[in-house]
C-alpha cells in the first residue's frame, strides 16, 4: 500500500537517521541542480512505465529498506510508487507536494541573548538556507521581521508563538535567490516596510519608508541602528541590534562574504567588491569581537547539505572568530577584490526576474510560478 507523507515527515526521518531509501523520479538535469541530501535519481516517465532496468537499479538502491519516492510536485513519483507497490514493494512512501513542498519547509530557532527583555527569533528556510528574523522586545510586546520570505504566515506564526506583534518590516537589501515576503508581510498587518535609502537608485517600486545610515529604530527599549553596507548590493543595509546582534543580511556569512556581481554585472563586479571591502574594513570589522554575527543565508548545497550547522540549530558566529577564520577578512583590498572578480560561483537560477519582482518592476500571482521561480538552494555568497 502506498502512503503519503509530508515534507515535515521526511525532514523528521532525515534528522532522525532512520534507514530508507529516497529516490527521486526527477529528470537527471533537474536532480543535479538541486535535491534532497541522500536522495538517490531513478528518472521516471509515468507515460513509458517501470522499465526492466530501472526496476534493477531501484532494486539495488533499495536494499530490503523502505521507500519514499519525492519528484517536483507529486507527478511522477506517485505513479512511481504505485508500479513499486504492484512490484512487491509493501513499504513505499510519496511526498506529498515534492521539491515544491520541501522548498517551504522551515525551521524557528530562539537565539540566545544577554538581555531578558531581548527576544530574538532565526527563520530558517531550510531548503533555500534563508534566514530571517523577529527580532522583540518581551516588555513592549512588539517586534519587528527582517527578511521575510515569502511564506509570510511562518513569520506571524513565529511573533505569535513569541507573544509579540510586528510593528514593522525590514528588508538588509533586494534579494536575488528569493521572492521577498516583506512588502506583502507588512500590508497584511498594516506596519511600515523599510528598505535603506539607497534603493532608491534601483526603481523600487514598493511604497517604503528610508532607512539611512546610523538611523535607529526602537522596540521597547531595543534599539536596532541602520548600518548602510553597500557591496553586496548598493543599498544593502546591516542591523545592529542592542549592540550584540548584527544582522547582516549577504555582507557577511559564517563561511564567506556576499558575491558582488548580481547587481553590478559582470563588467562592474570589482567596484562592488571595492565597495565591499570597505563596508566590511570600515563598518563591521570596527565593531567589538563578541559582537554575534546572524546572517541571511546559510550554505545549503546543491545536493542538500548545510555546509555549516545542522537544521533547526542557530546559525550564528562571532565576529572576532570570523575575523581570524575567514581567509577573506584578512586579505588586502586588491586581493579582495580580484578575488570577488575573478571567482564568482553560479549564478541563482531566475535571478533576473526575482530581483524584477523584488524591485516591484514585475508580479508573480500564481503559486506554482513562485515556487518554480526559487526552485534551488541559494547562490550569494562569493
Known sequence: MVKNITAEQLADKIDADERFTLIDTRPEDSFEAWHVRDAENVPYDPDEGLSEGQLNEANALIDDRPVVAICGKGLTSTPFAF????????????????????????????????????????????????????????????????????????????????????????????????????????????????????????GVKYEYEPLSDGDVIEVGDIEIEALHTPGHTSEMMNYLVDSEFLLTGDTLFVDSVGRTELQFGEDDASRGAELLYDSLHETILDLPVDTTILPGHLTVTSDGRYENGSPGDPLQARLGDLREDLDLLGLDRDAFVERLSDDAPGKPPNYETVIAINTGKETVDDEGEATELELGPNNCAA
Open 83 to 202: 508500479d513499486l507497490d504492484e512490484q512487491g514493494y509493501d513499504d513505499v512512501s510519496v511526498v506529498t507536494g515534492g521539491m515544491e513542498e520541501w522548498s517551504k519547509l522551515y525551521e524557528v530557532i530562539p537565539i540566545e541573548t544577554s538581555s531578558d527583555d531581548l527576544v530574538v527569533r532565526q527563520v530558517q528556510r531550510r531548503a533555500k538556507g534563508c534566514l530571517g528574523y523577529i527580532v522583540g522586545s518581551k516588555q513592549a510586546e512588539d517586534a519587528v521581521v527582517v527578511d521575510a520570505t515569502r511564506q509570510t504566515d511562518q513569520f506571524k506564526v513565529a511573533a505569535q508563538d513569541a507573544g509579540l506583534s510586528i510593528t514593522r518590516v525590514l528588508d538588509t537589501h533586494v534579494h536575488a535567490d528569493h521572492i521577498s515576503g516583506s512588502p506583502a508581510l507588512a500590508d497584511e498587518v498594516g506596519v511600515p516596510y523599510h528598505l535603506g535609502d539607497a534603493a532608491s537608485e534601483r
